[in-house]
């Protein structure tokens, strides 16, 4: 057994997100972030902007990662469940040409069913489904934001990303360095642990 839920606006800590797809059931929680782009995408795990390339390069569009914002999107889906440990992430692009290289699935959409049958471990009881279910099907009947809202947040959220304020927490990004070079850090690590590429 499994519930689906399409479009869901989902509120928490006075931040607000758009899923476009969850399916849920007893092997986790799989959320899908669905990109519309067509053209050759280009981007990696850590890469804050990824690449569009149109009309044979002639024409290249960025935008800002579907894997930090799906990491968004759990982040806020794990506050309001109370766990961090069941979900999946999947980007999904229907039409484009993947010329990416990520440990996190991105991938096209008759490869869903694939990736979603990966996944057969059980780690919640039919009760603890039902009731994850039941609480993000309030999110969805009773929106607690509108869509010209959430969008006027996401613009906020990149000013405060130029601005080196933390978007989930709110809290200075402290420049640090770690194995692979220099990022910025939310200050209010372990409990946020948002990173940005310098």
């Known amino acids: 057994?499994?519930?689906?839920?399409?479009?869901?606006?989902?509120?928490n800590d006075g931040k607000s997100s758009q899923i476009d797809h969850l399916i849920i059931n007893r092997t986790g929680i799989f959320v899908i972030?669905?990109?519309?782009?067509?053209?050759r995408i280009y981007g990696d795990e850590k890469q804050k902007e990824w690449t569009q390339v149109l009309?044979?390069?002639?024409?290249?569009?960025?935008?800002?990662?579907?894997?930090?914002?799906?990491?968004?999107h759990i982040y806020s889906l794990s506050k309001i469940i109370g766990r961090s440990d069941c979900f999946v992430s999947m980007i999904v692009f229907p039409k484009a040409q993947l010329m990416t290289k990520t440990i996190t699935d991105v991938i096209y959409i008759h490869e869903i069913r694939r990736i979603y049958k990966q996944h057969s471990k059980i780690i919640f009881t039919v009760d603890e489904m039902n009731s994850i279910y039941n609480k993000l099907l309030e999110y969805k009947l009773n929106p607690q934001i509108s869509l010209k809202?959430?969008?006027?947040e996401i613009k906020q959220m990149k000013r405060d990303i130029d601005n080196n304020i933390c978007p989930r927490c709110g809290k200075p990004l402290i420049l640090r360095k770690g194995q692979y070079g220099q990022f910025y850090g939310c200050n209010g690590y372990p409990e946020c642990k948002f990173k940005k590429t310098v």
């Open 149 to 152: 809202e959430h969008v006027q």
């Open 33 to 39: 972030e669905t990109k519309n782009y067509s053209g």
């Open 1 to 11: 057994k499994k519930y689906v839920i399409n479009d869901l606006m989902i509120v």
């Open 55 to 72: 009309s044979y390069g002639k024409v290249k569009n960025k935008f800002y990662s579907p894997i930090l914002q799906n990491k968004t």
